[in-house]
């Protein structure tokens, strides 16, 4: 039986270009794609215009609660932290990024179309090559929130998402779900078509796929899809020979930027970790939303999260911490308003969000490293992401195998019950799993990236709530292979028979 969808916003490719003579315009006033230019611009739309950090956090382990003294109640975070299903489509919702993203996907089918018709060729190579990779990630950020995690042994009846690879030209168009295998073997074949036609030539690189963001892409797809070599391979083409000196200094250079300059930093297309940046419609950088709202970062969470490292040093992202118990958070991202009416004072605001960074990329090839059971190699890159995150980190803090593997040490980790992905993680591999997870969730925090860990480890998680003095009244735990972890597909697309997410 199949499944159909609605996309909404269906594909309105409105670009406007000046023309001396009247006489040349199309009559109903569509802009012809007739040259490497127009496809260019075209491919400016074939990235998400939509975050997902703010809900895809308070469903992590990154988030507790604040109690009933929080001072900002914001529904998406409330919802999102009890897993329930969001029908709302404002900004920084699940529905808002499903729109947006398969607009970009349509903008991305669009540009290979007339590739096509204008008869490809060498001229249309890396842009061609850009299309297939935005829509490959397009597809891969879709299928890794609305549906389940990938699992061979599943995957083949599991609910994937539309994967869409021709242009939107009716208002309404059915759409078979198909399987999240599907899903996954058509992202490998965009990838492996798109990757190496990628060239750099952008005047703001860090906003496009280059190679160096096409490959640590594929790093991360291929993490999910527990293809080890591939992921060191794309990993070691995404990151070069540069070691350090790509990677985020926040012991260095964070260390000696004043207050706002950290958050622009952060976000900026000049720190040598960006590798993929989007911008989008958002108020998540604002206090009430990130700071304020219930569900977030409290003191304990932030000693857990934040605290010690498990070098035993201190991790440097203290520098990012708002002080206050209720308004506590670590902020990340610098807002944009877009003004559009100056008199009135009113506008749209704008966050950019880091999608893709060498920090993910070098901690993708060290877990891939423990799967192949090279431990030298993992800890080579275990080392140099400390070396860079923790303060007063010296030589004599490096760690070796033996460190990780002394069963009497203080990396030991036993309990094969806690990750549980598709694969099977060998006892002598479990305590470097623990510290690597143990690490992304720090280094990434507040950046979206551990829900997907959640989901591809299958980890349990459990959520209070707590009363006006802090203590925990009751709690709530999404087990492992809940359904829930699968975000709900929103109404729009629910309501033109597509079929729901069971829950």
């Not at 903008?107 to 179309?113: F, K, M, P, S, V």
């Not at 998402?161 to 242009?167: G, M, S």
């Not at 009716?170 to 999240?180: A, C, N």
């Not at 030539?201 to 797809?221: C, E, I, L, M």
Request: glycine share 6%; net charge negative.
């Amino acid at each position: 039986m199949k499944k159909y969808i609605k996309f909404i916003p269906s594909l309105l490719l409105v670009l406007v270009f000046s023309c001396d003579d009247v006489l040349s315009e199309v009559p109903d006033n569509r802009t012809e794609i007739d040259s490497a230019d127009k496809i260019s611009e075209l491919l400016v739309g074939a990235y998400p215009e939509a975050g997902y950090v703010s809900f895809l956090e308070p469903m992590s382990d990154n988030a507790d609660d604040k109690g009933p003294a929080a001072t900002s109640d914001v529904r998406i975070n409330e919802e999102m932290y009890f897993w329930r299903d969001l029908n709302d489509d404002d900004s920084d919702t699940p529905t808002n990024y499903w729109n947006d993203t398969y607009a970009a996907i349509a903008h991305a089918n669009q540009a290979l179309a007339s590739i096509e018709e204008l008869g490809g060729g060498e001229e249309f190579n890396a842009k061609k090559g850009e299309a297939l990779i935005c829509r490959a990630y397009a597809h891969f950020m879709l299928v890794s929130i609305f549906s389940k995690r990938y699992n061979p042994d599943t995957a083949s009846i599991d609910l994937g998402i539309p994967y869409v690879t021709e242009p939107e030209t009716v208002l309404i168009k059915e759409y078979d779900r198909g399987t999240v295998a599907e899903v996954y073997n058509q992202i490998e074949r965009d990838i492996e078509e798109g990757l190496p036609l990628i060239e750099n030539g952008y005047d703001v690189p860090t906003f496009h796929f280059t190679k160096q963001a096409a490959n640590a892409f594929a790093s991360r797809f291929y993490l999910h899809f527990g293809k080890w070599q591939k992921v060191v391979d794309h990993s070691n083409e995404a990151l070069g020979s540069a070691g350090a000196s790509v990677l985020r200094d926040i012991n260095g250079l964070y260390d000696q930027l004043p207050g706002a300059a950290i958050q622009f930093q952060y976000s900026s297309s000049t720190e040598p970790a960006n590798l993929l940046l989007i911008s989008g419609q958002s108020t998540y950088s604002r206090g009430g939303f990130s700071g304020l709202a219930r569900y977030q970062l409290t003191r304990s969470l932030q000693q857990e999260i934040l605290g010690t490292s498990p070098v035993g040093l201190p991790w440097a992202y203290s520098i990012f911490t708002y002080s206050g118990d209720i308004g506590l958070t670590l902020i990340k991202y610098d807002e944009y308003f877009r003004t559009t009416n100056q008199a009135a004072g009113i506008g749209f605001a704008f966050v950019t969000y880091m999608v893709l960074t060498t920090d993910e990329v070098l901690l993708n090839r060290a877990e891939a490293y423990v799967m192949l059971q090279q431990y030298d190699n993992a800890v080579s890159d275990i080392n140099l992401m400390f070396s860079t995150k923790t303060s007063g980190y010296s030589s004599a803090d490096v760690l070796t195998t033996s460190d990780i593997e002394d069963p009497s040490g203080n990396f030991v980790f036993t309990n094969e019950n806690v990750y549980t992905p598709f694969y099977t993680i060998p006892s002598n591999s479990l305590p470097y799993i623990n510290l690597l997870l143990t690490m992304r969730r720090s280094i990434f925090y507040n950046e979206g990236l551990r829900w997907f860990d959640i989901k591809r480890h299958n980890i349990e998680v459990t959520h209070r709530i707590t009363n006006v003095n802090g203590n925990t009244i009751d709690t709530f735990t999404l087990p492992k292979d809940d359904d829930r972890r699968a975000v709900q597909i929103p109404p729009d697309a629910r309501a033109f028979n597509i079929e729901a997410n069971p829950r």
